[in-house]
């Protein structure tokens, strides 16, 4: 399926693809990021962490803006670190910009 829950590995994907990662699990957290992104590369320590507590019920998918441009553009995301949970398919919060990890462990546990 070109998926993958690992660190480095990033999601080749299109809208399809995409709307099916985020019905692969009940809860969905999507990180869209950039290897030049500042916020970004400050957020990835706790997000990998958050990602190791995750359990089944809960994914992360990373995905990079600069790999992704139309995708990014199909769903209208326009800026990064853009921050997105889905709860079984449906948009349940969104964050542009930098997150503190603890908003986002509320988020998480909010959604």
């Known amino acids: 399926e070109g998926l993958s829950k690992s660190n ?4 080749g994907m299109n809208v399809y693809d995409y709307k099916k990662a985020i019905q692969s699990a009940d809860k969905v957290l999507v990180n869209f990021n950039a290897k ?18 995750m359990d089944d019920s809960t994914k992360l998918f990373k995905v990079d803006a600069d ?6 553009k199909d769903i209208e995301v ?13 948009e349940v ?6 997150i503190e990890e603890k908003e986002l462990r509320k988020a998480l546990e909010k959604a």
């Not at 030049?36 to 507590?53: D, L, T």
């Not at 790999?67 to 990014?72: D, E």
């Open 36 to 53: 030049w992104c500042a916020p970004c590369k400050k957020m990835a320590p706790f997000i990998s962490q958050i990602e190791q507590e």
């Open 8 to 11: 480095n590995e990033r999601i």
């Open 67 to 72: 790999a992704h441009k139309s995708l990014l």
């Open 93 to 98: 919060w969104k964050h542009v910009g930098y």
């Open 78 to 90: 326009s800026e990064i670190p853009t921050l997105i949970i889905y709860r079984k398919g449906k």
